[in-house]
């Protein structure tokens, strides 16, 4: 069964550090999602894209925090600097279409600023 | 967003049925009821959805109101792999910004005793 992939697993950095996820969409799956769950909390939206481009990003940090999905496939999302509020699982979900279609989550990335 | 309500924690047996309940009173003639669960140290997974009628599928069952104002998702015999937060998310069909995104409440906890 087709899963979405995520990398790394855990990320522990220093405050004012760069870090970055990564993460591999369901082949074929057009819309990808960046979520943020902080401990305790459900998951909350942080971007959404339609391909390659961006279609909400409104509770994105965009200060500090950037997303890409260069050729539609595969995401990055990066934080510079690192806060120790980042601290929290970022999740990748990906779904056919934009829509009230099921979301595929990877097992997301546990970030630790220390 | 039309919001929905919630127990925080639930408790029931293995191999007996459980009912797991959601309040959305504010909901739209264009919202679809959803369910997803969230095991420990996983991403989220989807349960079910419906939008007026009652629903089943392998995993579980999904009881909704006449007045679609609340819903119940029914396991039929929960298992101690049933241990999960679950939540009750309102999606629309209806366009906008914040089409396709999942609004993550608190979850119900439920937990299975042996």
């Known amino acids: 069964e087709a899963e979405v992939a995520q990398s790394p697993r855990y990320k522990i950095t220093e405050k004012s550090q760069a870090v970055a996820f990564w993460c591999d969409p369901i082949?074929?799956?057009?819309?990808l999602y960046w979520y943020r769950q902080i401990l305790g909390q459900g998951p909350e939206l942080l971007v959404q894209f339609q391909d390659e481009s961006v279609v909400d990003d409104s509770q994105l940090p965009k200060d500090r925090f950037s997303a890409e999905r260069l050729k539609g496939v595969d995401s990055t999302l990066k934080i510079q600097p690192a806060e120790l509020g980042d601290s929290a699982m970022y999740l990748c979900?990906?779904?056919?279409?934009?829509?009230?279609?099921?979301?595929?989550f990877g097992p997301g990335t546990r970030l630790t600023v220390t | 967003d039309a919001k929905t309500t919630q127990p925080n924690s639930m408790e029931s047996n293995e191999e007996e049925p459980v009912h797991l309940p959601c309040n959305h009173s504010?909901?739209?003639?264009?919202?679809?009821i959803h369910w997803y669960r969230q095991l420990p140290s996983q991403g989220p997974e989807y349960v079910i959805h419906g939008l007026t009628s009652n629903v089943n599928n392998r995993m579980a069952s999904l009881a909704i109101a006449e007045d679609r104002k609340s819903s119940t998702l029914i396991l039929h015999r929960a298992t101690l792999r049933d241990a999960a937060v679950y939540y009750c998310i309102l999606r629309t069909i209806a366009g906008g910004t914040s089409y396709g995104k999942l609004t993550f409440g608190q979850g119900t906890i439920l937990t299975v005793h042996p």
């Open positions: 082949s074929g799956h057009a819309t």
């Open positions: 979900a990906s779904s056919l279409e934009r829509g009230p279609y099921e979301q595929y």
């Open positions: 504010t909901i739209s003639g264009t919202d679809y």
